[in-house]
C-alpha cells in the first residue's frame, strides 16, 4: 500500500436548527491509503455524507458547522487552506459521486453544459472548447452511454435514473482525480441496474487505480468493492480494518449485530440485527453513544467515551470491551 | 366524551401545536395583532373614548384637530375623533374578511374537491377552465366593475369581493385533491365501495384543511386591503360609515397640512392586514406546507 | 420544437379565456337594475330619445343578441360609445391606454429587478442582518395598500421634500413630444428630446414605486425562500465540489433554477399592479387609462367599464403569455412537457 492519501482526524461537525444544536459528527476518524479502496458503513443519517461533505468543504453552512477536527490531504489540513486552495482541490484532485444523481444534476442546464463545466474547471491547464467538448464524449463513452452527442444536448429529466447515475460517475472521473468520494451510487436506482453500475465504477478505478472512499449500507457492497473498512455509528466511526480480518472477526456489539442483520443463505433465515434506533442527535446519549442499545453495556460507558484504538494489527475499535 | 383516547389525542395534538405555534415570534406578534383588532372592534362602543363619533356626528368646534392628550389621534373635518372611528372602522374591516371568506370558501373549496377528484374528465375541464376565466383579469379591477354596476356599498363590496375570489380556493384544493387521489388511503376507500361524498370529504377534504386554513389567514389580509381599496375610490363603503378605506380617502383631500386624518387609518389598516399575514406565515410553517 | 408548440397551446387556451371573459363581463354590464340609457340622457331627455339610443345600442334586443353585437363590433375594434364623452370608446382607450402601460412595465420592471435583486441577497445571506432588513421591508411592502404608499409618498417626497413632482406626466415647461406611441418616455426617446425624457421618468419615480412596492416585496419573499432552499441542494454542493467558482454556481447554477417560482407569479403580480394603477393614477393625477376607468365605473358608463376589462384582460393575457414563455425558457421541465416536480 501507498502513502496515506487522506486522513480524517477527530472531526466534530454540528448542525444549528431551530430547537438546539444537533451533534452530528462526535469525533470521526477515517484514513484513506494511496490506491486503497475503502468501504465506509452505516445505517442511514449516521453522518457518512456529513463527513465527505467536510472533504471537499462542501457542507451547506448554515446550518452546518465544523467545530473541531482536521482532514490531511496528502499532509495538508484541508479545513485550514484559503478557499482558492480548496478550489484547486475540488474536483482535479478528490470527486464525489452523490447518492441521488437526480438531486446532483442541475435540472435546468443540459448534461453538456454540465460536464463541460467541470472538465473546463478541474483541469490542470485551460482547454479549447474543442478540446473539452471532445473530453466530454469521450468521458460519457467510458461510462457505456450510448449516443454521447444526444446526451450532452439533453437535460436529466430526459434520461433515465441509470444513466443520470452513469453521468454522474463521468463527471466525477473526467478529471482524473486521486481519489473519488463515492455516496451510496446505486441505492437510488432500480435493482436490476444497480449491479451493472457497481461493475462498471469498479472497473473504471480499478483501471486508473483511484482511491476511493465507497459508502453503502450493505455490507455485500462492501465485501465485493472495498478492501478495507469503516463501520460507523451516530456521528462516530466505531471500528476499521482490513475488509477480510472484520468480516472475520468484527469486535464491536453493533458492527456483530450488523452481520447478523444480513440474512445468511444457510441455516436459520431471520434476521436478528440490532434491537434500537439510532439516538436523537439533540440531546445524544453520554459515553459510548451506542451504550443504550448495547447488550455488554458497562456503567464506564455511559460516562466515557471510548478511543479509537487499536486491537491487533490495524484493525481499530472503540469499545471499552477491548480496552483494558 | 372528553374522556375518550380520540378527544384526548386531539388534545395533545392541539397542545403539540400550540407550542410549536408559540415558539415562533413571528406568529406571536401576529396572533397578538389580530386579537387585539378583534377586541378593539367587538368591543368598539365600550373601548373607543367618542363612541357617539362613530356615525353622523358634527361638532366643527373641535375639527381638524392634530393629535393631542383628548384625540390621540386627532379629528376629522367634521370635528369626529378618530381614533373612536378607526375603532369602529376594525368592525367593518373584519366582517368584510369574515363574510367574504364564508361566502367563498365553502363553494370554492367544494368545486376544487370535484375537479381535483374528476381530474381528466369534462367535469374538470368545465370546472377549471371557468376558473381560469376568473383569474384572466386583476381581482380589484373585476371587484370595481361589479361594485360600479351596483349600488356602491359595503354589502354591494363584499358581494363583488366574493364572486372574484372563489376561484383562488377552486385552484388551491384541486390541485392538492388531484395529487391526493393517487393516495392509498383514497384508493383503499374506492376498493372498499366507499360513496363518492364519503372520499370526497372524508378521505380528501381533511387533508386539505391546513392548506385551506392556512390560505383563509392570509385572505383575510388581502380581503380587507381589496375592501379598503374600494372604499378609496368610493365604490364601497359611503361616508359617514367609519371604513378604513374611506377615511383614507376623505384624509387624502386634507393632506399635506391634515395629515394625522389620512395617515392614521392607513397604519390600522396596515396593522390589521400585517396581524393576519404574519399569523398566516406562522401556519404555513406549522403546517409545513410550501405553496400557497 | 416544443417551445412552438407550448406557444400555440398557450394562444389557443388565451383566446379561449378572452371569449369566457368577454361573456362574464358582458353578462355583468347588461344584468345590473336601472336603465343605462335613461341614466346617460338623463331623467328630462324625451321618451322617444331614449328608444332611438336604446334601438340603437341594440338593447331592445335579447341578451345572446345583444352579446352577438357587441363581441362582433369589439372584433372589428369597435368597443361602442360611451355614454358620457359620447366619443368611441376606442378612441378613448387609445388616448389613456399607453399612459397606463409605460407606468405600469416601469413599475414593473422595478418590480421584477429589485424583488429579485433583494430576495436573492437575502436568501444568499440567510439569517444575518441582511435577511432580516430585507424581510422586515418585505413585510411592510406586503400589507401597505398602495394608494397608502403613494399618499406617503406625495406627502414626503412630494411635498414636504419637494424632491419630485406630485403630479401629472410632464412639467409644463417642456416640451411635448409628438404623439407616437403615447407613451412620453419612449416617445421622446424616439425623438431625441432629452429634456422630455428625464422629465417624463422624474414624474413616473413616485407613482412607479408606490405601485412596485407591494410586488416587490412579494419577490423578494419568493425568491428569499427558493434561493435559501436551493442552497442546500446537492446539485449545489456537487457544482462545488468539482471546483466550479463559487461566483459561477451562485450566479449561474443557482440563480436560473431559483429564478422559476418567482417569475411564475410575475404574471400575478402584474395584474394586481395595474389593478393597483387604478388608485395610484387617481393620487398622482396620472392622465391614463385607469382613471379613465374610474370614472366610467363611476358614472356607470357601460360600453367603457367592458371596454376596460376586456383590454385589462388582453394585457394580463399578454403578459402572462410571455411570463409563461421565460419559465418554459428558464425550466426545461416545462418546456419538454414533462410532469413537473418530478
Same mark, same amino acid.
Given at each position: ?221 462492501? =465485501?465485493?468493492?472495498?478492501?478495507? *473498512?469503516?463501520?460507523?455509528?451516530? !456521528?462516530? #466511526?466505531? %471500528? /476499521?480494518? @482490513? ?12 458492527? =456483530?449485530?450488523?452481520?447478523?442483520? *444480513?440474512?445468511?443463505?444457510?441455516? !436459520?433465515? #431471520?434476521? %436478528? /440485527?440490532? @434491537? ?12 459510548? =453513544? ?35 | ?292 | ?342
Amino acid at each position: 500500500m501507498g502513502d496515506v492519501l487522506l486522513d480524517i482526524r477527530d472531526l466534530y461537525v454540528e448542525f444549528k436548527v431551530y430547537e438546539g444544536k444537533l451533534k452530528v459528527l462526535n469525533g470521526v476518524f477515517l484514513s484513506v491509503r494511496e490506491g486503497q479502496r475503502v468501504g465506509l458503513v452505516g445505517e442511514a443519517g449516521c453522518g457518512k455524507t456529513t463527513t465527505m461533505k467536510c472533504v471537499l468543504r462542501i457542507l451547506p453552512s448554515p446550518p452546518g458547522r465544523i467545530t473541531e477536527g482536521e482532514i490531511l490531504f496528502r499532509g495538508e489540513d484541508i479545513l485550514q487552506m484559503p478557499p482558492r486552495k480548496v478550489q484547486l482541490i475540488r474536483g482535479r484532485r478528490i470527486s464525489m459521486i452523490f447518492q441521488d444523481p437526480t438531486a446532483a444534476l442541475n435540472p435546468v442546464f443540459t448534461i453538456g453544459d454540465q460536464l463541460m463545466t467541470v472538465i473546463r474547471y478541474g483541469s490542470r491547464n485551460s482547454l479549447p472548447k474543442k478540446e473539452i467538448r471532445q473530453r466530454a464524449i469521450k468521458a460519457l463513452q467510458e461510462v457505456q452511454l450510448p449516443d454521447p452527442e444526444r446526451i450532452l444536448a439533453s437535460y436529466p429529466i430526459q434520461l433515465s435514473g441509470g444513466m443520470r447515475q452513469r453521468v454522474c460517475i463521468a463527471m466525477a472521473l473526467s478529471t482524473e482525480p486521486e481519489l473519488l468520494i463515492a455516496d451510496e451510487p446505486t441505492t437510488n436506482l432500480d435493482v436490476t441496474i444497480q449491479d451493472q453500475v457497481l461493475r462498471l465504477l469498479n472497473a473504471l478505478v480499478e483501471r486508473r487505480n483511484t482511491s476511493v472512499i465507497f459508502i453503502t449500507h450493505s455490507l455485500g457492497v462492501v =465485501r465485493e468493492m472495498a478492501d478495507w *473498512v469503516y463501520v460507523m455509528y451516530a !456521528g462516530n #466511526i466505531i %471500528e /476499521g480494518g @482490513p475488509k477480510e480480518e472484520l468480516f472475520r472477526e468484527p469486535l464491536h456489539p453493533y458492527t =456483530r449485530g450488523l452481520m447478523r442483520a *444480513v440474512p445468511k443463505l444457510t441455516g !436459520g433465515g #431471520i434476521a %436478528e /440485527g440490532v @434491537p434500537g434506533r439510532i439516538p436523537d442527535y439533540l440531546d445524544p446519549p453520554s459515553g459510548c =453513544r451506542f451504550h443504550p442499545r448495547c447488550e455488554h453495556a458497562m456503567p464506564r460507558c455511559s460516562q466515557e467515551k471510548p478511543p479509537f484504538l487499536p486491537v491487533t494489527g490495524e484493525h481499530r475499535v472503540a469499545c471499552f470491551l477491548y480496552q483494558g | 366524551m372528553f374522556k375518550s383516547p380520540q378527544w384526548q389525542r386531539r388534545k395533545e395534538g392541539f397542545r403539540r401545536g400550540w407550542y410549536k405555534f408559540s415558539r415562533n415570534p413571528v406568529s406571536v406578534v401576529g396572533l397578538f395583532f389580530v386579537l387585539l383588532v378583534s377586541f378593539l372592534a367587538a368591543f368598539a362602543p365600550y373601548v373607543a373614548p367618542y363612541p357617539e363619533h362613530a356615525g353622523r356626528f358634527v361638532n366643527f368646534r373641535e375639527a381638524s384637530q392634530p393629535p393631542s392628550l383628548r384625540h390621540l389621534c386627532g379629528t376629522d373635518v367634521f370635528g369626529r375623533d378618530i381614533l373612536s372611528r378607526i375603532f369602529f372602522g376594525f368592525r367593518y374591516s373584519l366582517m368584510m374578511g369574515v363574510v367574504v371568506l364564508s361566502l367563498v370558501v365553502p363553494p370554492g373549496v367544494i368545486l376544487g374537491l370535484i375537479a381535483g377528484y374528476y381530474r381528466g374528465t369534462w367535469i374538470e375541464t368545465l370546472i377549471m377552465r371557468v376558473t381560469d376565466i376568473f383569474l384572466a383579469v386583476p381581482p380589484l379591477i373585476l371587484a370595481l366593475a361589479v361594485c360600479s354596476v351596483l349600488t356602491p356599498s359595503v354589502f354591494n363590496a363584499m358581494m363583488a369581493i366574493s364572486l372574484m375570489w372563489w376561484p383562488w380556493y377552486t385552484r388551491l384544493v384541486y390541485g392538492l385533491a388531484s395529487s391526493l387521489k393517487h393516495e392509498f388511503f383514497v384508493q383503499a376507500a374506492e376498493v372498499t365501495g366507499a360513496s363518492k361524498f364519503h372520499i370526497l370529504f372524508r378521505e380528501i377534504l381533511p387533508n386539505c384543511v391546513s392548506s385551506i386554513f392556512t390560505k383563509m389567514s392570509l385572505d383575510m389580509g388581502w380581503v380587507i386591503l381589496i375592501g379598503s381599496a374600494l372604499s378609496f375610490v368610493g365604490l364601497g363603503a359611503q361616508p359617514p360609515t367609519p371604513d378604513l378605506g374611506t377615511m383614507v380617502a376623505d384624509g387624502a383631500k386634507y393632506l399635506p397640512d391634515q395629515w394625522w386624518i389620512a395617515v392614521f387609518p392607513a397604519l390600522a389598516i396596515m396593522i390589521t392586514v400585517l396581524g393576519f399575514n404574519l399569523l398566516g406565515d406562522g401556519f404555513r410553517d406549522l403546517f409545513a406546507l410550501e405553496e400557497i | 420544437m416544443g417551445i412552438l408548440k407550448f406557444l400555440a397551446k398557450r394562444l389557443v387556451f388565451s383566446v379561449f379565456v378572452l371569449l369566457g371573459l368577454s361573456i362574464l363581463i358582458f353578462l355583468i354590464s347588461r344584468v345590473l337594475p336601472g336603465d343605462p340609457v335613461r341614466m346617460a340622457l338623463g331623467p328630462r331627455a324625451p321618451e322617444w330619445a331614449v328608444q332611438q339610443l336604446r334601438e340603437q345600442m341594440h338593447l331592445d334586443k335579447p341578451l345572446p343578441v345583444q352579446y352577438y353585437y357587441w363581441l362582433s363590433g369589439a372584433l372589428r375594434g369597435d368597443l361602442g360609445q360611451s355614454l358620457f364623452t359620447r366619443r368611441a370608446v376606442i378612441d378613448d382607450i387609445k388616448e389613456f391606454l399607453p399612459a397606463t402601460m409605460e407606468l405600469a412595465l416601469f413599475a414593473g420592471v422595478i418590480m421584477a429587478v429589485f424583488g429579485i435583486l433583494f430576495g436573492a441577497i437575502a436568501g444568499r445571506y440567510s439569517n444575518t442582518w441582511i435577511d432580516n432588513v430585507v424581510r422586515i421591508f418585505s413585510y411592510i411592502g406586503v400589507v401597505t395598500p398602495s394608494f397608502v404608499f403613494a399618499i406617503l409618498f406625495l406627502l414626503l417626497f412630494g411635498y414636504l421634500l419637494g424632491w419630485f413632482p406630485t403630479a401629472g406626466r410632464l412639467s409644463p415647461w417642456i416640451q411635448r413630444p409628438p404623439v407616437i406611441t403615447g407613451m412620453v418616455t419612449v416617445d421622446s426617446l424616439i425623438t431625441g428630446n432629452w429634456a422630455a425624457l428625464g422629465d417624463a421618468l422624474w414624474h413616473m419615480v413616485l407613482p412607479a414605486v408606490a405601485l412596485a412596492l407591494g410586488g416587490m416585496a412579494q419577490e423578494a419573499r419568493i425568491t428569499r425562500a427558493t434561493i435559501s432552499d436551493n442552497l442546500k441542494k446537492d446539485y449545489i454542493a456537487s457544482a462545488k465540489g468539482f471546483g466550479v467558482p463559487e461566483r459561477l454556481v451562485m450566479l449561474k447554477y443557482l440563480l436560473k433554477p431559483s429564478l422559476i417560482p418567482t417569475v411564475s407569479i410575475l404574471g400575478l403580480d402584474f395584474a394586481s399592479l395595474l389593478g393597483n394603477a387604478f388608485l395610484v393614477e387617481l393620487i398622482f393625477n396620472w392622465p391614463g387609462f385607469s382613471r379613465y376607468g374610474i370614472n366610467a365605473m363611476l358614472r356607470k358608463d357601460l360600453n367603457a367599464i367592458a371596454a376596460v376589462v376586456m383590454v385589462l384582460g388582453v394585457v394580463f393575457v399578454t403578459v402572462n403569455i410571455l411570463v409563461d414563455l421565460v419559465v418554459a425558457w428558464l425550466d426545461p421541465r416545462i418546456r419538454l412537457g414533462a410532469e413537473r416536480g418530478k
